[in-house]
């Protein structure tokens, strides 16, 4: 299989300006708004009736011999996700329980997310899979408030300034953005609706980049009625947009270009936007934390037409290859021409993590950017896990949720190693040792702080 492929233009992003040496391109569109990403074919897992768990916590039984437990290096906290007990804990980094948030009554718990401030977490709830719930609770399971939700959630994220939640529920006009406060007094509100649906909140937290449909837009989050603008499209080659750290600047893709795609950053309020690269095919990316190092999986594949199905038929596919494109001086530096997941980086900036499957038997790869070394686990399944409904939309995660420590020097995830044995698993990222059984679970997300 070969790379799709990928022209960089003259792009130089400097303070607080774009400025384009190559290549310009218009975004004007207002697009019919449509609906749902493809189903939550979340379906509830079978009931089980989970062992009841003492309050405080409690020591999980010691690794086996011969295997490694991360050591103090390793900061922040875990949060495990065992759908089949319906359960949700917290960890420390050693196996040691915090607190368990849900799995005493025997509840269905979906989408758990850290707060960004890492002080709370949140889910969503449901006792017989009809009427869902949006529960949010202190860490350590205080302080738990609970919120009526419209439906079954398929995605929900904090803001960044951890003062408020939305979620994607089903709605007869597609997907609705809901947008609920912390308090139990605030009436859940729907700002928008569509379908695909994905999102990212702007770095103060009172904007979102939508790509919905077809159409990229801005969803005021501080007006009561949520008001939309169109800033770009049409929009089928990629999922989820993004917004620079500089809090005027998003990225998204169009489908105009000499090959059928072009890469944008625009600052909103200004006519043209300036891209990044032209393509050909679907792209996947993440920006850094600082906001110059855009990490893109590329899809290959001739341009389908602008439908919902089209997208959905892409984001089946894998990624043909990764690099990192620097948004400063427009170089790029190729990491893998193999298939991989959508990107994520590290708190560091300094190291990206994919995966080269989506679903059955796959490893994680850690690339460091700086000196092109490459290291991945053994090869773990995630077929009995929810990873393959996270993976199939890991370019919307990324968003909000990290398999990345503080530190930035271990990642988690989950699956089945080749001995059978499975669950959550805690590497270093240098992988200099054996990888860490940490607990049973088919999801879990490293805290941010």
């Not at 509830?44 to 011969?66: F, N, Q, V, W, Y």
């Not at 801005?218 to 620079?244: F, K, L």
């Not at 995966?355 to 053994?378: C, F, M, P």
Request: glycine share 10%; aromatic share 6%.
């Amino acid at each position: 299989m070969t790379a799709p492929r990928l022209r960089t233009c003259g792009l130089l992003l400097g303070a607080g300006n774009l400025s384009l040496s190559a290549c310009t391109s218009e975004s004007t569109s207002d697009i019919t708004r449509t609906l749902p990403p493809p189903s939550a074919e979340s379906t509830a897992p079978p009931r089980t009736d989970p062992e009841s768990t003492a309050d405080e916590p409690i020591a999980l039984p010691p690794t086996p011999p011969g295997e490694a437990i991360v050591d103090g290096r390793a900061n922040g906290l875990i949060l495990v996700l065992d759908a089949q007990q319906r359960s949700l804990e917290v960890l420390q980094v050693d196996g040691t329980r915090v607190a368990t948030l849900a799995g005493e009554n025997g509840e269905f718990v979906l989408q758990p997310v850290w707060s960004p401030d890492g002080r709370r977490v949140a889910w969503a709830r449901s006792a017989d899979g009809a009427e869902w719930e949006l529960t949010h609770a202190a860490v350590d399971g205080t302080d738990a408030q609970t919120i009526p939700l419209p439906g079954q959630p398929d995605y929900l994220a904090f803001d960044p300034t951890s003062s408020l939640i939305t979620a994607l529920t089903p709605s007869p006009l597609g997907f609705g953005l809901v947008v609920a406060g912390l308090s139990v007094d605030d009436e859940p509100r729907v700002v928008d609706v569509g379908r695909p649906y994905f999102t990212d909140f702007s770095p103060e937290g009172d904007r979102i980049v939508a790509h919905v449909g077809t159409d990229v837009r801005i969803v005021d989050m501080v007006g009561a009625a949520g008001e939309t603008s169109s800033i770009g499209g049409p929009s089928t080659t990629h999922q989820t947009p993004q917004w620079h750290p500089d809090d005027d600047v998003v990225v998204y893709t169009i489908d105009e270009g000499p090959s059928g795609g072009q890469l944008v950053q625009r600052r909103l309020g200004e006519e043209d936007g300036a891209t990044i690269a032209d393509f050909d095919g679907f792209l996947l990316f993440d920006l850094d934390p600082t906001g110059r190092q855009l990490a893109v999986s590329s899809l290959p594949g001739e341009a389908d037409p602008g439908t919902p199905r089209a997208m959905r038929r892409r984001q089946e596919q894998l990624a043909a290859g990764l690099s990192v494109i620097d948004l400063v001086d427009g170089s790029t530096i190729p990491l893998a021409d193999r298939p991989t997941s959508a990107p994520l980086w590290d708190p560091t900036g300094t190291k990206v993590l994919v995966r080269d499957a989506l679903a059955g038997v796959g490893q994680w790869t850690v690339h460091h950017v700086r000196d092109g070394r490459s290291e991945a686990t053994d090869s773990f399944s995630v077929d009995d896990s929810q990873m393959p409904l996270y993976l199939r939309f890991w370019d919307q995660y990324v968003r909000s949720h990290s398999a990345w420590s503080p530190d930035g020097e271990h990642f988690v995830h989950v699956g089945a190693a080749a001995d059978g044995r499975s669950g959550v698993w805690v590497h270093d990222a240098s992988m200099s040792g054996p990888s860490a059984f940490l607990a049973d679970g088919d999801l879990a997300l490293w805290s941010p702080t």
